[in-house]
């Protein structure tokens, strides 16, 4: 897939979280040791040798606290704790002990917007209106005869007020009714959340991605959410894409939230903080805040969320590219726990493409577990969906578990995953599409995957290297990646057919050093390029 040569200069300018790789990992289905089906903190560190040889730098976990499982995790009955399915605390530092051992970082999961509610701190709120946490949490009398408070719908469907028998109050949740929101306008809310950050910081971990950022704080006069425009949806549906969530999301004192999150995490050296965050690029970037006092890194989705086109994904990246804030650092994500994989969203062969796009492009890429072996959504029957996202809205065929089920390994047991019966099921080409049939095929997409990190590795310029724009139409997109030392061509056809690029203003020479097509290897390019379908490639440039 690639020939490498030369050797990485540090980049003493640049911070890990710049440079790095990070690698997304479901906790439930990465690799069960404990035999229930489950993926483990032991898994995790028995196949720790598999992400030192993959090369990437910083593994996410999905949460692993302490929940009643309503949202598989994201709904927090203990944020000090570890759920007893995924291990114990001592299994915990012993992860953290061994990731640290080879070099690499490892962030988790915050989700501070929303807790379970059999969270101390609910159960206490709820118990009476005169309880002192009762401010906690987003209470309200409601309208006239009942009414709710307003028109706010739930993400997983229906409304987001929730009826208190007991106390006769509603309670929002943007979620599930098992995961009422917390009222960061609550000053005791916000140190406890600080305290949380705190806790795990102290132990040692590099840094956090935090759950729905966006939505932390809410409109203080609770006001209805207005139609979307164009939306697709009746208003009977309950549908929450019925409703444009100016008010329920994004407020401005959101800002102030996420300053005293970097504050913290700015008291200990070499952290990070990442954020969740599902906006337009214009909105996106104030997350940075203002002179980096925001997230590190708010997370970039536009490869997740635009129609497969050059012509839009090229704009797109452009965009993004220019409305950075001149010290804030750009980052790319493929795929994740609630999206459908890329290799379903594309087709196996653009996900190569994808693959390239994703580590070539200036800034932190974000790989999801599986999606370097094309791992595909797998269909699962409807009476073993779990996803609360799918069973609330059966028809709509958004159940996010197809993206969750477990790692393929190998060709043997339950794919090398668990010795019982894994809690999702397996797709039948797991014999086929697995870790260690793709680690002796050049040719696989592991192997492309492989060829690509370590070319970022031995390349400071595709690590912190300047992007420049060449050329895009309804098939290719083409950019140069440099730094003082190296210049390289990036041309990937997003298209079936053959592709061609003639530049007019420039002229490119050099030698095709990694391929989505092996036999293109090695190969000298003397201007213009000709690409077959669903091609991409990587030339050195003869400065």
């Known amino acids: 897939m690639e020939a490498l040569t030369g050797t990485n200069p540090t980049n003493k300018d640049h911070l890990w979280w710049q440079t790095g790789i990070i690698y997304q990992i479901y906790p439930r289905s990465f690799q069960d040791a ?59 530092d012993e992860l953290l002990d061994h990731v640290h051992g080879r070099g690499m970082k490892l962030i988790l999961d915050l989700v501070p917007n929303h807790t379970s509610d059999q969270h101390p701190w ?53 979620f599930l009714k ?12 916000q140190q ?12 040692g971990v590099d840094g956090f991605r935090v759950d729905v950022m966006w939505h932390m704080v809410k409109d203080a006069q609770l006001r ?72 590190h890194l708010p997370f970039n989705f536009k490869l997740l969320s635009l129609p497969w086109d050059s ?39 653009q996900a190569r493409v994808a693959a390239m ?10 790989i999801y577990y599986g999606d370097e072996i094309c791992m595909r959504d797998v269909p699962i029957p409807p009476d073993e969906i779990v996803d609360p996202q799918g069973l609330n809205m059966p028809d709509r ?34 014999r086929r599409v697995n870790v260690d049939l793709q680690k002796e095929d050049p040719e696989s997409m592991l192997s492309l995957y492989r060829s690509l990190i370590t070319l970022r590795k031995r390349q400071p310029a595709f690590q912190t290297g300047q992007y420049t724009p060449v050329y895009s139409d309804k098939q290719l997109i083409a950019y140069i990646r440099e730094n003082d030392l190296d210049r390289f061509l990036v041309v990937l056809n997003l298209s079936h057919r053959p592709a061609y690029l003639r530049p007019k203003n420039e002229h490119f020479e050099g030698e095709i050093i990694v391929s989505t097509e092996a036999e293109r290897i090695g190969l000298r390019v003397d201007n213009n390029l000709l690409l077959s379908g669903d091609e991409g490639l990587i030339v050195r440039l003869e400065r």
């Open 122 to 174: 609910f159960l206490e709120s709820r118990s009476s209106r005169d309880n002192p946490k009762r401010d906690w949490y987003i209470w309200h009398d409601g309208g006239e005869n009942g009414a709710l408070p307003n028109n706010w719908l739930s993400v997983f469907g229906g409304h987001a007020w929730e009826w208190d028998e007991t106390t006769q109050q509603y309670y929002y949740h943007a």
């Open 357 to 366: 796009l994703l580590l070539t492009l200036r800034g932190t890429p974000t």
């Open 34 to 92: 404990s035999g229930d089906g489950v993926g483990d903190l032991k898994g995790i560190i028995q196949r720790l040798d598999y992400l030192q040889w993959l090369g990437v730098d910083c593994i996410w976990l999905s949460p692993i606290y302490p929940s009643p499982m309503a949202d598989f995790g994201y709904d927090i009955s203990d944020y000090q704790g570890v759920h007893p399915l995924f291990g114990t605390m001592e299994d915990f």
């Open 311 to 349: 012509k839009q994904i090229a704009g797109a990246i452009d965009e993004y590219e220019g409305a950075l804030p001149a010290d804030g650092w750009p980052n790319w994500v493929l795929g994740n726990h609630d999206q459908p994989r890329i290799a379903s969203r594309v087709g196996r062969s």
């Open 397 to 430: 065929n958004i159940s996010r578990d197809p993206g969750r089920t477990p790692m393929q390994w190998n060709a043997g047991e339950n794919a090398g995953f668990s010795d019982a019966k894994p809690w999702l099921r397996l797709p039948d080409s797991f």
């Open 224 to 295: 209805n959410n207005p139609v979307a425009p164009n939306s697709a949806f009746d208003e009977n549906d309950l549908i929450y894409e019925y409703h444009d969530p100016v008010y329920s999301t994004d407020q401005p004192e959101v800002h102030e939230i996420v300053r005293m999150m970097r504050k913290v995490t700015n008291e200990y050296e070499g952290r990070v903080l990442i954020g969740e965050i599902y906006l337009p690029i214009q909105k996106l970037v104030t997350y940075y805040g203002l002179n980096q006092s925001g997230a």
């Open 178 to 189: 098992q995961q009422p929101d917390l009222n960061w306008r609550n000053p005791e809310v």
């Open 192 to 203: 406890a959340m600080m305290d949380v950050m705190h806790f795990w910081l102290r132990k």
